[in-house]
């Protein structure tokens, strides 16, 4: 195959979050249009990456020596494009390319979650300082969502005069038939009714207010289980949470599942209980299989998502509510949400997001 020319990402680690699974997805995309990938890694390898790229490591133990040694990275190939998606790299490319040290046509960055409303203090002030340094060398700013781009202009007064376009995080239906065609094999589950939840293990993902309202949900419904898929640095303070409030033979925790498609075709409920995000991905693939889906308001745009139950992050009722509401719906109703569902999702392809790329630089 003859490639035309060559797309470069620059991704913190191979170890999948949302934006991380969107990069790699959207390099595989770039290739099936004859372009030349190449992916480089600032941490140590984890996983194996099969794709069509060549992938590089910096080999970092952290993601501060993987900004250092990035910054002292020999980028000796001419790029069409270098894409990366998290903010302290997205700045650091800025100025590499502005010191010609990145010789690419256009250095495309994205926002992987709203700064302002999550940060404080001198994490805040670090974030800040990046903006300002290294952005205004970007050719492009993709922010997920209209109140991420309405944030970023509010606190950074000169990225009034950047081109920041809102580009719809894109979500693969084809790849997705195919994995939730994959069989149920939790065996404990089996004819069992359960909530799935889904991501790291983090305090910004509410799994605590989750498996509080969880209680308040098993004293009515004592046949179900709460399923929550991912690891992270929490794993013993919410199981903890669950022995507190006398759950904890009811809240199962999966760890990384490889393919948690058939966990949410399976689900009574799927449950989004984030505090803030820039927008949760996983939100997106609960609804390609389930008309049962509840997502707390934690990111711009949720609210106008048809037929899922919104609720305020951090409220513990609120979502008890929600999950009662939907346990009520008829198969009827559910089958209508899932198709409401379906009907937003088929046109956030990967190709329309690329086109919508395109579209934003000329």
């Excluded at 009034?160 to 995080?169: A, E, K, R, T």
């Excluded at 303070?237 to 075709?265: H, Q, R, S, T, W």
């Amino acid at each position: 195959m003859c490639f035309k020319k060559k797309i470069l990402f620059v991704i913190p680690s191979d170890t999948m979050g949302g934006a991380e699974q969107l990069q790699v997805s959207l390099a595989e995309e770039f290739y099936k249009c004859d372009y030349k990938i190449e992916i480089l890694f600032l941490l140590k390898k984890q996983i194996d990456i099969n794709i069509n790229a060549e992938i590089k490591y910096l080999n970092a133990k952290n993601i501060i020596l993987g900004l250092l040694k990035l910054t002292m990275y020999d980028f000796s190939n001419e790029y069409h494009m270098v894409l990366s998606s998290q903010t302290l790299i997205n700045s650091i490319l800025g100025i590499l390319k502005n010191l010609n040290k990145v010789k690419c046509t256009y250095l495309i960055v994205r926002e992987s979650t709203d700064v302002f409303n999550r940060f404080k203090g001198l994490k805040l002030w670090c974030y800040t300082l990046a903006y300002k340094t290294g952005y205004g060398y970007a050719n492009l700013i993709i922010c997920q969502t209209n109140k991420m781009k309405e944030n970023l202009v509010a606190n950074i007064k000169s990225f009034s005069n950047l081109n920041i376009q809102v580009i719809s995080n894109p979500i693969n239906l084809e790849k997705i038939k195919i994995k939730e065609a994959e069989p149920f094999i939790d065996d404990i589950l089996v004819n069992k009714k359960f909530i799935v939840s889904a991501g790291r293990l983090i305090d910004v993902k509410g799994f605590d207010i989750l498996i509080k309202a969880f209680a308040k949900f098993s004293k009515k419904y004592s046949d179900y289980y709460l399923i929550i898929l991912g690891d992270g640095p929490l794993l013993e303070e919410l199981k903890k949470e669950a022995i507190k409030n006398k759950i904890e033979d009811k809240v199962l925790f999966k760890g990384f599942v490889n393919n948690p498609y058939p966990y949410f075709k399976q689900a009574k409920i799927c449950v989004v209980s984030s505090r803030k995000e820039g927008f949760p991905n996983v939100l997106l693939q609960m609804m390609s299989q389930n008309g049962a889906v509840i997502s707390t308001v934690c990111a711009g745009d949720i609210i106008n998502i048809p037929q899922i139950l919104v609720c305020n992050p951090n409220e513990i009722d609120g979502l008890f509510e929600k999950m009662i509401e939907i346990t009520n719906q008829n198969e009827e109703t559910l089958k209508n949400n899932l198709f409401a569902h379906f009907s937003f999702l088929k046109n956030r392809t990967f190709s329309n997001y690329i086109s919508s790329i395109f579209e934003a630089l000329k």
